[in-house]
C-alpha cells in the first residue's frame, strides 16, 4: 500500500480546507456522492477546465473554488494552500477510487480497515475523523482503545504541523492507553511499543522534532493477519 511519509511537508491548510476535504475523503469510503466530490477536486487539480462541460456534483465544495480565465480554481484568500490541498486530495482519492463502497452501517472492523489505510497513508486527521464516531458510541475498553488510536493519529498531524509539544503529549497517551489492549481482535501492544519508540524520538529531539523527526520509523496501523 503507498505510504506517505508525511514529514516532507507539512500539511497546514486552514481550517475550511483541511475540514471539508477530510470529511469528503472520509465519506467516500461508503458514500457515493461524496467519492464524486472527491474525484472531481482531483480531477480540476489535474486540469482547472475538466468541469467546463459539466455540471459538479452535489458534493463538489464550489464555496471554496471560484471560476477564472485558467478554469476554475481554489479561491484567491486560500491560493497560497492550493499545491497542499490538492496532493492531499489525491492522496485519499487514492485510497477510495478502486475500493469498494461499504455501507454506512459496515461493522467496526469496515471502520478500522478505513482507519489503517488512511493511516498507512499518512492522513491522520482523516484517521481522526473516521475513528471519532466509534469511539463516542463504545464503552469500556473499546473506548478507551479506540481514543487511543486517535490520540496517536492526532499526535502524528501535530507533529506534521510543527507542534512538538502536541505531538509528545497525545503520543505519549495515546500509546499508554493501547499498551495492553486488543479491538475487534486484533492485538495492540506491537503498535503501542512503535509509538512509543516514536515518542522518545520526538523527546529526545525536542523542538527540532517537526524537522529531523524520521517518519519511516511510524509502525503500521494494526491490523488483522492478512489484512
Known amino acids: 500500500m503507498f505510504r506517505r511519509r508525511a514529514g516532507s511537508s507539512r500539511v497546514t491548510l486552514p481550517l475550511p480546507l483541511r475540514n471539508r476535504l477530510a470529511g469528503l475523503i472520509v ?10 466530490g472527491l474525484a472531481a477536486i482531483v480531477a480540476l487539480c489535474d486540469d482547472p477546465h475538466a468541469l467546463d462541460r459539466e455540471v459538479p456534483p452535489r458534493t463538489f465544495p464550489d464555496d471554496l473554488f471560484t471560476g477564472s480565465p485558467e478554469g476554475l480554481v481554489v479561491r484567491r484568500e486560500l491560493r497560497a494552500h492550493a499545491a497542499e490541498f490538492c496532493e492531499r486530495a489525491r492522496r485519499g482519492w487514492a485510497l477510495v477510487r478502486a475500493r469498494p463502497l461499504e455501507r454506512p452501517d459496515s461493522p467496526r472492523t469496515a ?25 463516542m458510541q463504545a464503552a469500556g475498553a473499546e473506548r478507551e482503545a479506540l481514543q487511543g488510536l486517535i490520540q496517536v493519529a492526532v499526535g502524528f498531524q501535530h507533529l506534521v504541523n510543527g507542534n512538538a509539544a502536541g505531538a509528545r503529549a497525545l503520543l505519549h497517551d495515546g500509546a499508554a492507553k493501547l499498551m495492553v489492549g486488543t479491538l ?22 525536542g523542538a527540532n522534532a517537526p524537522a529531523a523527526f524520521d517518519w519511516s520509523s511510524v509502525p503500521r496501523f494494526p491490523a488483522a493477519e492478512g489484512g
Not at 475487534?184 to 503501542?192: E, N, Y
Open 184 to 205: 475487534a481482535g486484533v492485538p495492540l501492544d506491537g503498535f503501542a511499543a512503535g509509538v512509543s519508540r516514536c515518542w522518545q524520538s520526538v523527546v529526545a529531539l
Open 111 to 135: 471502520a478500522l480497515e478505513a482507519a489503517a489505510a488512511l493511516f498507512d497513508a499518512g492522513l491522520y486527521f482523516e484517521t481522526h475523523e473516521e475513528l471519532e464516531p466509534h469511539w
Open 27 to 36: 465519506e467516500s469510503f461508503h458514500d457515493a456522492a461524496a467519492r464524486a
